[in-house]
């Protein structure tokens, strides 16, 4: 419900506080994906719907950048890059060995807990570090190699853990 789902109400404040101002739509949309992890369809109509902007050109938007995602993406996401760089270094194979260890089939698809999703990147500009994963907001791992991996996701799979525990 939208009334009630707290994250409305802060994008909603969110674009009361800019006027619903419809110049200020890019920055609407990031705010709503810090909110949602992604853009899910009845947030880009309640933008649309407040800002008075059609959801036509809504749609342009998102679709025009990519850092906007319309398909769910997990809480914590694992980025791979598979620049040429980390290709060559064997970022294909750090990529696999993430799918495998959370039980994913492909790239892009979410746990069923919702926590977790892995993704290709393109060049992240630390090639010297090759091949490279950024998980989360900030956190890198450069050098990486599959048996690295589980290490890795066990780490996570506590952070995640605690971040369901705190909401409970
Ligand atoms: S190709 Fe991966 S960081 Fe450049």
Sequence with gaps: MVSTDKRFQA???YMEEINYDPSML????HRAQQLFLW???DVLEFISEKLKVPKSKVMGVVSFYNFFSTKPVGRIQIKVCLGT???VKG???VMERFLEELGLQEEGQVT???MFSVHAVRCVGACSMAPVVLIGESDFYG???PDKVPRIVKKYKRLAEQMKE???
């Excluded at 890019?26 to 949309?29: A, F, Q, T």
């Design 26 to 29: 890019i920055n609407v949309l």
């Design 85 to 87: 760089a980390c290709y």
């Design 91 to 93: 970022g294909d194979r």
């Design 11 to 13: 994008l909603e404040a």
């Design 143 to 145: 050098r990486m190699s």
């Design 166 to 168: 705190g909401e409970s």
């Design 39 to 41: 853009l899910p369809k």
């Design 112 to 114: 069923p807990d919702g």
